[in-house]
């Protein structure tokens, strides 16, 4: 008689790990489940979804909103095999948070505040994905989903307080020029020439971007919060000063040129020809502190991701995609310098 059972084969250690799916297609499944997600977040809160999009095509100041998501996505993808070994453990207590956020959304939509349904809705999202996940792999993309906050157009209470500064730094700087200015508010009256320090001249479109330029640039290449935080602080006390330097000079020029070259030349020089130039010298300042072996981590990381245990994955493979995120940034970097 002919035994038809066939012997079972122990199961892999992959297969036990507490997780809720099981199959080798469970990133790809574990990915649509979040899409979707998010979709019926952004289909619910539509409304609010369609103002922030707006916001980003019409400010000049909050147009680098169309790149948060790529870059997240990207950085997303980067770290998928960090954590591809640990199957998702939801955390259903997180839920509150979800709740919490969407009468948060609907306080804001009660009280007219825009920015809270705005901030409300972009939050949902890493959130969504830590609900999924669990703790765990949510560590390992904390990053990329909180960068998705600079999608949500904040900021413009600091146009006012950056102007009265850029008014008085451009002030303070004629005065040791021996320049004689006369301020009334944010209006500069030089010999011949009366300035007004306007919205545009506030520069919170260049302090925005650098600051979110400063954290992605932050988490890749250091370690230590201390440098981190240094470095994210620097990132936003770089352009305030920076812009006011800007206002300085663009006076300095109107003053010596009878207001013609600094016309000419504002938006071309002075504007974000400038900052990029502040940006790749805030990076090289920073590149030369890194707390990165640019040298030696590739291959060091590389061998535990393929030889190791699955459990060092979470360490040497976050690593490794800081790594390679730091050499395409600086590869990046070099090409616009030529």
């Not at 996940?133 to 949500?152: D, E, I, K, T």
């Not at 330029?213 to 994210?232: D, H, K, V």
Request: hydrophobic share 50%; aromatic share 14%.
């Amino acid at each position: 008689m002919t035994n038809l059972t066939s012997p079972l084969s122990p199961p892999s250690p992959n297969s036990m790990r507490g997780g809720w799916l099981t199959g080798k297609n469970w990133p790809t499944t574990i990915t649509v489940i979040v899409i979707i997600s998010w979709l019926i977040v952004l289909g619910i809160y539509w409304s609010t979804t369609v103002s922030i999009v707006n916001t980003w095509y019409r400010s000049q100041t909050f147009t680098h909103g169309f790149i948060v998501l790529p870059i997240s996505a990207y950085l997303i993808w980067e770290r998928c095999h960090a954590f591809s070994v640990n199957r998702p453990k939801p955390n259903a207590w997180v839920i509150f948070l979800l709740a919490s956020l969407g009468f948060g959304w609907l306080l804001g939509n009660l009280t007219n505040v825009l920015v809270v349904q705005e901030v409300a809705t972009v939050a949902m999202l890493p959130i969504i994905v830590w609900t999924i996940l669990g703790s765990q792999n949510f560590y390992v993309l904390m990053f990329p989903l909180l960068f998705l906050f600079f999608a949500a157009p904040i900021g413009e209470f600091l146009i006012s307080p950056l102007q009265d500064f850029t008014a008085l730094f451009i002030v303070k700087g004629l005065q040791l020029s021996g320049i004689p200015v006369f301020q009334e508010g944010r209006s500069l009256t030089v010999p011949g020439t009366v300035w007004l320090v306007a919205p545009a001249c506030s520069g919170v479109r260049y302090i925005i971007s650098m600051f979110a330029l400063g954290c992605l640039f932050a988490s890749l290449i250091f370690r230590s919060w201390g440098r981190r935080l240094l470095f994210i602080l620097a990132s936003i006390l770089l352009p305030i000063v920076g812009n006011g330097i800007r206002g300085y000079g663009i006076v300095l020029l109107g003053y010596l040129s009878d207001t013609k070259l600094a016309l000419s030349v504002d938006h071309i020089i002075y504007g974000w020809v400038f900052f990029l130039i502040l940006l790749f010298s805030l990076c090289w300042v920073g590149y030369k502190w890194h707390e990165v072996n640019l040298d030696n981590l590739f291959y060091s990381s590389h061998r535990s991701l393929t030889t190791g245990n699955p459990q060092s994955i979470g360490q040497t493979g976050t690593q490794e995609i800081a790594l390679s995120d730091i050499r395409k940034m600086l590869l990046v970097g070099g090409g616009a310098r030529h």
